[in-house]
């Protein structure tokens, strides 16, 4: 893979976890975007698009009238969000491409860019939306969905297995240069991009309860950090033991009627003057 080092990695798993991820946060996304502005007959530009889930959710956005071109530079991801286009029935009008942010060039100009958990890998993310705006005509919109899980906010009752676990997690990105708390920094971001102050919404996802989604979500991306948890040395993975740690954690929870907070996921957007 041409991104070696890139946190999260792009194993099988890691597509499952991302295509599990795509359900839980469909709603919060396209909160977001609606808006952030998002409207049938629009030309949209969707950066690191990984299997297509935020393409495809556009695509319900912009309708037939408008077009969707999801960017990423993982081509295994980009074939397979091409068949889920097909199966949807809109590959007319929502296509893919291979290739780095970075190296985006400006032909016609799209009517907006959008991107969700991608702006925090980057290493410039202010260099990365400026250039990305470049590519949007003015008055046309920037509109991303990020996270902020920089800190457990330790539950009530406190829940041990899941605040290590949590920290874990944060850490092993904080350590690898991904800002776990990249959300916090959008209005930094768009200024420093040279954009207006965005407006910012935020969803916070709460859980605790017999069969939560959270157990299985910070599960689920602890097994994809492995490596670089265990690069860091944060935990090895005997210690973490992640076949059983969603259950345990579950276990754990439930036996104190423990409230868990997860990551906030903030929206972010922006007209371009
Ligand atoms: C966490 S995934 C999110 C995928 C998708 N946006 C979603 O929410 O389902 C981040 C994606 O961004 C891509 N990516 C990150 N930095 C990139 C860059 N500089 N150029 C191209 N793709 C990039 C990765 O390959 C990966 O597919």
Redesign the pocket.
Known sequence: MS?PD?V?G?SEHEQKR?LK??AL?RGWTERFFRAGGLAPGMRVL??????G??SLLVADLVGPKGSVLG????AQ?LARAHERAIKQGCADYVKFEQ????ELKSGELFDAAV????LL??ADPAA?LRHVASLVKPGGRLIF?ELDFGQVVPPWPEAPLWMRTYTIMSEAFRRGGNPPDFGRRLSRTFLDAGLPWPTIQAEIPVGGEPDSYVFGWIADTVRSLLPRIEHFGLATAAELEVETLAARMEREAVSLGAQLIGPTQFGAWAVKP
């Open positions: 991104a890139y999260l792009y991302l991820q795509a946060l969707d950066l690191g698009c990984g299997m889930d935020v960017v990423d530079r993982d991801a290739i780095h942010l970075e991107g969700r958990y991608v890998y980057q990365t969905h």
